[in-house]
């Protein structure tokens, strides 16, 4: 049997995954980039995309965003400010939240509450252009 990678993904909440895998696709900023195991040691940003568990026939899909991802001599850590599996994320409710974040932009108060505002609007806006990609 081959030797694997082996892969875990953190973000705030939990420890989402734990396992020895076969190979991880990032989406870092600079592009995506697969990662097998005796990867040479790197660090990059994750940019809102896609990260792609291999591990058998279909691979597991997740949705990151914001965070880091750090290769060294064992293994793989994927630390994301947000990360959910695929078939998780329901569209409707980031609309519905969109809709929302953007009735909060025009309501806004003060420069500080629509920055506030625009910065949870345009998570969502990011966040949907990554779904849109993904179909």
């Known amino acids: 049997m081959a030797e694997k990678l082996h892969f875990e993904l953190v973000s705030p909440e939990r420890l989402l995954m734990s396992s ?3 190979m991880v696709v990032v989406p870092g900023v600079e592009g995506d980039f697969g ?4 990867h040479a040691p790197a ?23 914001g965070g880091f991802a750090e290769v060294n001599p064992e293994g793989l850590t994927v630390l994301a400010e947000e990360a959910t599996p695929l078939g998780e994320v329901d569209r409707a409710a980031l609309e519905a ?5 953007n009735e909060d932009v025009a309501d806004a108060k003060d420069d500080a509450q629509r920055a506030e505002a625009e910065k949870a609007r345009d998570r969502l806006v990011e966040l949907l252009g990554v779904l849109d990609l993904a179909a």
């Open 97 to 101: 939240q969109l809709k929302d974040a």
């Open 20 to 22: 020895d895998v076969d």
């Open 43 to 65: 660090v990059s940003t994750l940019r809102a995309g896609i990260l792609e568990v291999h591990n058998g026939d279909e691979p597991q899909r997740l949705l990151v965003r």
């Open 35 to 38: 990662v097998l195991i005796d």
